[in-house]
């Protein structure tokens, strides 16, 4: 068995010293643990019914899964994996938002705190650095009057751990990558979005959350290919992303898909 501190490079997150820092009177977040090992921290609140303001955080995460189904691994203490559960009072046709809040603040979380240029892939994936490569995923999910959205974000894995076209803070040689202090600014960052987002009725528009979000996203005016879940597939130019946070290609919406930027003609 390998001793939880056997790689000082990965110290493990300590649960009592985020919870002093980020829950408070009137805060968005309520309850704060870290385990050792899950199978899906998205799983374990669904199943809990977890209240409003709950984050989860993994150390080691063995059945995550991303957007699609597809799978999620990183070494024990190398990234941050963790969930959080809403309980939103917006109107429900408007929750498709928030998976696109929670990849705005991040954007911002990790640009400001890493110092390393950061962009969105549709509908939230994030890429760093010139190459743009993959860092972070996030995974949406709906359970009755609960929305659960989940985070992979690689910290200080190593390249020779990171499958083809992934990045990692550490990896691209960030300004900072130490995960307790860049989780912090992720969580803030997510309840100042959400605290806007409310307030505004889920507005994307008036809450400044839809801008924010074109202003980050690669896709725009690129040429992209979408793979739809029936198998077919559509090609043109990415515009723009609508009111309800779809992509628009060539005039057509898109909520889902499996979006690949495409080389210029």
Known sequence: MTHPYAELDRPPLSARALRAALIRPGGLWTALDVVAQTGSTNGDLMAADAPAGTVLVAELQVAGR????????????AGLTFSMAFRPTVEQSRWSW???????????AVHDYAEVPTRLKWPNDLLLGEERHKAAGILAQVSGNAVVIGIGLNVAT??????????????IGAARADRDPLLRAVLRGVEGWYRRWVDAAGDAEASGLRAAYRDRCDTLDRDVEITLP???????????VDEAGRLVVDGRPFAVGDVTHVRPY
Not at 98 to 107: E, K, N, P, T
Not at 158 to 171: D, I, N, Q, V
Not at 230 to 240: E, F, I, K, Q
């Open 158 to 171: 190593r390249l020779a751990e990171l499958p083809p076209g992934a990045t990692s803070l550490a990896a």
């Open 230 to 240: 029936d198998g077919g597939s559509y090609r043109g130019v990415a515009y723009d």
């Open 66 to 77: 991303g957007r699609l189904a597809r799978s999620w691994t990183s070494p024990a203490r």
């Open 98 to 108: 928030l998976s696109l809040l929670a990849g705005v603040a991040l954007a911002e």
